[in-house]
């Protein structure tokens, strides 16, 4: 009896440690999770934060005077004085009116220096097509240089104006309270390649890469992933090599990106003598690497068929190939898709390999097809992201985004794919 | 005529002669009374049509337009006169380029030697002759695999049973696949590895303790020999992962247990889909994150509590990888984890352990193997991870522990030395080779362990 007491007492006094236990333990799976989840929220935060301001271009909005003798040009129609003409004098000039206090050549120049260098070509490329405009005063709207737009977007904080000398600063003050220059959305981003200069670089060129990417990408591996799970389930045989052949799809899934890039440079480019930073290169090795994550998605789908349905085909008569084609795939396709889909996501998402097969090349023109030069969302997000300009890592962020954006849109694709079509048995 | 013209016309073509089978086996089978007389369908005949078009014309384009390429620079470099013959496959390529540049028009064929313009003509005489050899005789292949089954269009022959098979041998080829790119991993790494080992002995690259894979461009350059040690890389990928998997490890398994054990149905149907999103961002958002956000985060840190911290510290790599994995860590746990026999768990609740104890005396234990097999899965994910360390870990090889200062790992190296241009068969673009080869059978073999420990696992409460 005291025994058990006793017993009793040493239970009754621990709890109180214990419950403390118990709820300290709970703590540390609460914190857990708040500090995966908060990094997430960081992460999305600090791109958004850092990549705003990449959706918004400086504009410089001038009405410049084509005086032929300032440019030195009185036949626009001939090459040889187009390129010797003198495209930066009437910018300078038109600014000037709006600041007439810079008059020195010196201050000249510096004014100059407020336009991007693609703003004479801007005046040239008019004059081109348009030779009667010659001597005529016409609006131009200009992309602000680089480090003025970079001054105008932060304008409050002075880490990003050292770049801009204190005469600029005041010019930039003055024009800004005008209206001259303006910010407005930057349909350039999306509507050109990349560039040396970061107000004229845009993600078009990226973005058809990938879809040229990952149009090669589908049409290889969804076709063949999906023929190796219905064999790998249906029609296999009880062997060593079907065995064998499990063992390497289930090691392939895991086998590090980069040596699939090997993979590609050796075979593909080396031995087949393949050209390089060919979307057809990058989508077959990203087609390999997706490969393992839609066949074994794939069979899941294919073994959720109940066996009910593939013996009531083989009742009436049907063929096992039969079976297969006519009941079995289209009842598991869209478990194949969501699969296939979320594999396409992760392809999109991939770097590394495409970096070994030469999708890093800095590609200015949009590639028209499978057998351009070409680089991928991803890779121009990391070529970006290297450059040590303020502009540039402005457009990796905004890269990101639209890249998120493509992901989570496909992920949603998926789930409601699966929520609208999938069948329970 | 190109490729990409030939397999549209291909296609084509099968579905010419598949419409033409169709027809034909209604004729066939009109005068017999009906298509009730014929061994199969009307469809499978002309299916087996389609198929003997498309496949042989399909495999010979495939292997033409594979080594086209090759036969053809053979050619030319044949083709140019004996005393211009390249030395070595560097310069052959040097040479190789200057042809194509010629031939395709980028280069003024005045301004270049007399043997490569000479070269050029020679090859886009011989590109166009291939060009059109490799049409005629795809077509010819198509069109005759094309009639051949139109005569085989008759009552007597079962084509269901021809379709039936090849397919069912087409689905083995795409299963075998697999097979194939793992043969063709190993042989890409192995056969460079192999020209590495010859130039650079194995037993520098293993214990060898410097990497500076710079070689000399001249024979007399002093200091430049390249050093192929793989240690000091090793030991950064080791730091790095490390760092990674001591985040990734507490805090994915904590939330996994946290997730199954205690958490409402809502809280962990909202948590863990967005627990998941983590593994689903690229991993260049991760290395741009960690290169440009936390690297400076963590130099401003030490500097402030008066460390020297490099701003491509090895921190700021491995505490990226760490959140990256960290979905990676909590999702295989949780499998485990709910694996585990309800009835161990209720046993241990009716003697009156609480629920952390359950979990730490009987839960734990239990699914231990299972956990360590996804802790180790999850490690071979670190030590491959490119993008991140890339952005956000340093070139130089430097033997350290020290988390606050810049080390390289071998994927770094890896991508460093095969991106832009490369000089074939230098011994710096052979040793990433090796590195690969190196990081292939180390995944691997992380890999086979984890899955045999997984799996064992599985079988003991199934």
Not at chain 1, 151 to 169: L, M, T
């Amino acid at each position: 009896m005291t025994d058990q007491r006793s017993q009793a007492e040493i239970v009754r006094n621990s709890l109180k440690r214990r419950y403390r236990k118990e709820r300290r333990f709970r703590l540390y799976g609460m914190l857990a999770i708040f500090i995966a989840l908060a990094s997430l929220a960081i992460l999305f935060a600090d791109i958004i934060n850092k990549g705003h301001t990449g959706f918004v271009k400086t504009t410089i909005t001038l009405d410049v005077a084509l005086d032929s003798e300032m440019m030195y040009l009185d036949d626009p129609t001939d090459e040889d004085q187009l390129s010797m003409a003198d495209f930066v004098a009437p910018i300078i000039a038109a600014l000037q009116e709006h600041l007439p206090e810079a008059d020195s050549a010196a201050e000249k120049r510096e004014l100059g220096r407020l336009i991007g260098t693609y703003g004479a070509s801007q005046i040239r490329d008019l004059l081109k097509d348009n030779p009667e405009l010659l001597n005529t005063t016409q609006t131009f709207e200009f992309l602000a240089h680089d480090r003025v737009s970079v001054y105008v977007k932060h304008a409050d904080n002075p880490r990003y104006s050292i770049k801009v000398s204190e005469q600029q600063q005041r010019w930039v003050d003055e024009l800004l309270e005008k209206g001259i220059i303006d910010t407005s959305f930057n349909d350039v981003l999306f509507s050109r390649g990349d560039s040396r200069e970061p107000a004229n670089a845009g993600i078009l060129g990226a973005i058809v890469g990938s879809l040229l990417t990952m149009l090669v990408t589908l049409a290889i591996a969804f076709p063949v992933g999906i023929a190796a799970a219905v064999y790998l389930e249906e029609f296999a045989p009880q062997n060593k090599i079907t065995d064998f052949i499990e063992v390497n799809i289930n090691n392939l899934a895991a086998v590090p990106s980069i040596i699939f890039g090997l993979l590609g440079l050796a075979v593909f480019i080396g031995l087949f003598g393949m050209p390089r930073s060919v979307p057809v290169v990058g989508g077959m090795v990203l087609a390999l690497m997706t490969l393992p994550t839609i066949i074994i998605s794939g069979r899941a789908a294919i073994k959720s068929v109940p066996p009910s349905i593939r013996e009531a085909a083989e009742g009436v008569g049907a063929s096992k190939m039969q079976v297969v084609l006519h009941h079995v795939i289209p009842l598991a396709m869209p478990g194949m898709l969501t699969g296939s889909i979320i594999g396409m996501a992760q392809a999109l998402g991939e770097t590394a390999p495409l970096l070994l097969i030469g999708m890093v090349a800095f590609i200015v023109d949009v590639p028209g097809g499978f057998l351009d030069s070409a680089t991928v969302l991803p890779v121009q997000i990391y070529l970006w992201a290297s450059s040590s300009e303020q502009g540039f890592v402005e457009l990796a962020s905004a890269g990101i985004m639209v890249l998120l954006t493509f992901m989570i849109t496909m992920n949603a694709l998926a789930i409601w794919l699966r929520k609208r079509l999938e069948r329970r048995w | 005529m190109q490729t990409a013209n030939l397999l549209p016309l291909v296609l084509v073509l099968a579905v010419v002669a598949y419409g033409l089978a169709y027809m034909r086996s209604r004729a066939v089978a009109a005068p017999l009374g009906g298509i009730r007389n014929l061994k199969a369908l009307p469809f499978y005949y002309a299916a087996r049509a389609a198929l003997w078009c498309a496949i042989p014309a399909l495999l010979v384009l495939a292997a033409w337009a594979g080594f086209e390429g090759k036969v053809i620079q053979g050619i030319v470099i044949a083709s140019l006169p004996q005393d211009v013959w390249p030395e070595s496959p560097g310069q052959a390529s040097l040479i190789l380029s200057q042809i194509s540049n010629v031939a395709a028009g980028k280069l003024n064929p005045e301004f270049v030697p007399e043997h490569i313009a000479g070269a050029a003509s020679v090859l886009e005489a011989m590109e166009n002759k291939s060009g059109n050899f490799k049409a005629a005789l795809v077509l010819l292949v198509a069109v005759s695999g094309a009639a051949f089954a139109w005569t085989r269009v008759s009552p007597h022959i079962n084509a269901r049973v021809n379709v039936e098979t090849t397919l069912r041998r087409i689905f083995f080829v795409c299963a075998a696949l697999a097979v194939l790119t793992t043969a063709g991993i190993v042989f890409s790494v192995i056969i460079e590895t192999v020209r590495f080992f010859g130039r650079v002995p194995i037993s520098d690259f293993l214990f060898s303790t410097s990497w500076s894979p710079q070689t000399a461009l001249r024979a007399d350059q002093v200091g430049s020999e390249g050093a192929f040690g793989v240690i000091p890389l090793f030991t950064g990928t080791l730091l790095i992962s490390a760092i990674a998997l001591l985040v990734a490890v507490p805090v994915g398994l904590l939330s996994a247990i946290y997730l199954s054990e205690y958490a409402s149905k809502r809280v962990r149907s909202t948590a863990k889909p967005v627990l998941e999103m983590l593994a689903g961002i690229p991993t260049v958002v991760y290395g741009f994150f960690a290169a440009l956000t936390v690297a400076p985060f963590i130099r401003d840190l030490a500097e402030a509590v008066g460390l020297e911290a490099s701003s491509q510290s090895a921190l700021a790599a491995g505490l990226v990888m760490g959140i990256m994995i960290v979905p990676f860590v909590s999702s295989l746990s949780d499998d485990v984890i709910n694996a585990v026999p309800q009835s161990m768990r209720d046993g241990s609740l009716a003697l009156g352990a609480t629920q952390s104890e359950t979990m730490k005396k009987v839960i734990f234990p239990a699914a231990l193997p299972g956990i360590i097999g996804g802790i180790l899965l999850a490690a071979s994910r670190a030590i491959g991870e490119t993008m991140i360390v890339v952005m956000a870990a340093g070139l130089a090889a430097n033997l350290t522990a020290n988390p606050l200062e810049s080390v390289t790992t071998v994927t770094v190296q890896v991508a460093t030395l095969l991106v832009g241009d490369q000089e074939f068969d230098s011994a710096k673009t052979l040793s990433a080779f090796a590195l690969g080869m190196l990081l292939f059978l180390v995944t691997l073999l992380l890999n086979v362990i984890a899955l045999k420990i997984v799996r064992k696992y599985r079988e003991q409460y199934d």
